[in-house]
């Protein structure tokens, strides 16, 4: 499987009708010609310019001439069909001229690269056998890639679908792709272009944890997550470039192939205060629990002594260790503590200690699936403090 970090797919690919040049109508002004007249004469292309019979119609990609089959360019109700029912147009004398496709002299211009568009060939040619080979970890992720692109651009709908299920299924297994960055950004490009939510989820629900976790860098995660719009994806990338920022103990400032915009640095540091801020709070509140059945001294007893070892440990040293911007080590270091306390065990009741490391685990639930609420630009809207648990 290719997994290196050369992902060229371009995933701002136009969503409107396919780039077709439309058929000339004057002889002397033709896209070939000025092509033929440059110092790069197109080349016919090793594989794809096919001489058997039955290829009848020549496209030119870039600077490539193939030679194909009509009625394979027509499959899955493509846009191709649309183009070939195109009427031959006529030069300034009134006379007919020849039907684009039909030589190396005129064919079809296609604005396209041609790599993508030989990604469509090698599946529309393909054998079934050969495409089974791309739906398991062998697969070719940057020829997959390719060929989500330019079947949705050009509407082979089914072909898109077969590609995108070939996709997840690399996806799905462990694989060196998840701890990629740019193959993660590249697919995750592909599921929005092409709309597929459980893709996107799944590059999500794969990316974030590696963020968390400190396994992956989080300038790319950012560009991608503002780029989609993708607010659990953007709180994960945030919060994990806001604990580097702090592990630096100065503004990160990120090299020039990667540089965020001072709109993106602004809200990195409006971030770190915000989440500064957030730890002041959870530290000095203990978080309420629900009373349970049975509980006769709950104020006096089980309340009490959940505050005192919440006090406690929430100022702990082994807490502390954490930087004051990292909410969830600390909110877990907290947890890890009270739950290995014996005596805790003993003052509270079963049903009280069960009903309060619930509520303390369901915050940290929340603060993770809330972080992006503690990223906004705060010099542009009133300042407030971040929500308390």
């Known amino acids: 499987m290719n997994t290196t970090n050369e992902f060229v797919v371009h995933n701002d690919v136009s969503l409107s009708e396919p780039p077709f040049k439309r058929q000339r109508t004057d002889n002397s002004s033709g896209d070939i010609d000025s092509v033929s007249n440059s110092s790069n004469p197109p080349i016919r292309d090793e594989q794809y310019y096919m001489e058997s019979e039955g290829a009848d119609c020549v496209i030119l990609v870039g600077n490539v001439l193939f030679k194909l089959h009509r009625f394979i360019l027509c499959k899955d109700s493509s846009a191709f069909g649309n183009m070939f029912s195109l009427p031959a147009g006529c030069g300034v004398d009134g006379l007919p001229v020849p039907r684009e496709g039909s030589s190396d002299e005129?064919?079809?211009v296609l604005e396209e690269e041609a790599d993508h568009f030989r990604a469509l060939l090698w599946c529309l040619y393909s054998l079934p056998r050969d495409l089974q080979l791309h739906q398991g970890p062998s697969g070719d992720?940057?020829?997959l890639l390719?060929?989500?692109v330019i079947t949705h651009k050009y509407h082979f709908a089914s072909t898109e679908e077969w590609t995108i299920d070939a996709i997840c299924s690399i996806m799905s297994r462990q694989s060196p792709i998840w701890e990629n960055s740019p193959a993660l950004a590249a697919i995750l490009g592909i599921a929005v272009l092409c709309d597929h939510e459980p893709l996107r989820e799944l590059v999500i629900s794969t990316w974030v944890p590696r963020l968390l976790s400190g396994i992956l860098p989080p300038i790319p995660a950012i560009l991608a997550a503002d780029r989609y719009e993708l607010p659990q994806l953007q709180g994960a990338a945030y919060y994990a470039q806001v604990l580097e920022m702090d592990k630096a103990n100065t503004v990160f400032i990120p090299p020039s192939d990667r540089e965020l915009s001072r709109d993106q640095l602004i809200t990195l540091l409006s971030g770190h205060w915000a989440m500064v801020k957030q730890w002041e709070c959870i530290q000095n509140r203990p978080i309420s629990f629900q009373r349970s059945t049975g509980c006769t001294m709950h104020t006096h007893g089980c309340i009490a002594t959940w505050n005192a070892k919440w006090n406690k440990y929430a100022r702990s040293e082994k807490t502390l260790r954490?930087?004051?911007?990292d909410v969830l080590g600390r909110l877990q270091c907290l947890?890890?503590?009270?739950v290995a306390d014996e005596i805790a065990i003993q003052q509270l009741t079963p049903g009280c200690r069960t009903s309060a490391l619930r509520a303390l685990?369901?915050?940290i639930l929340a603060q993770r699936s809330t972080l992006v609420?503690?990223?906004?630009d705060r010099t542009r809207s009133?300042?407030?403090s971040p929500e308390s648990p």
């Not at 954490?322 to 911007?325: A, E, L, M, N, Q």
């Open 335 to 338: 947890y890890e503590q009270i």
């Open 382 to 384: 009133t300042p407030g």
């Open 361 to 363: 685990y369901n915050l």
């Open 146 to 148: 390719k060929l989500a």
């Open 322 to 325: 954490y930087p004051s911007v």
């Open 106 to 108: 005129d064919p079809i």
């Open 373 to 376: 609420e503690f990223f906004v």
């Open 141 to 143: 992720l940057n020829l």
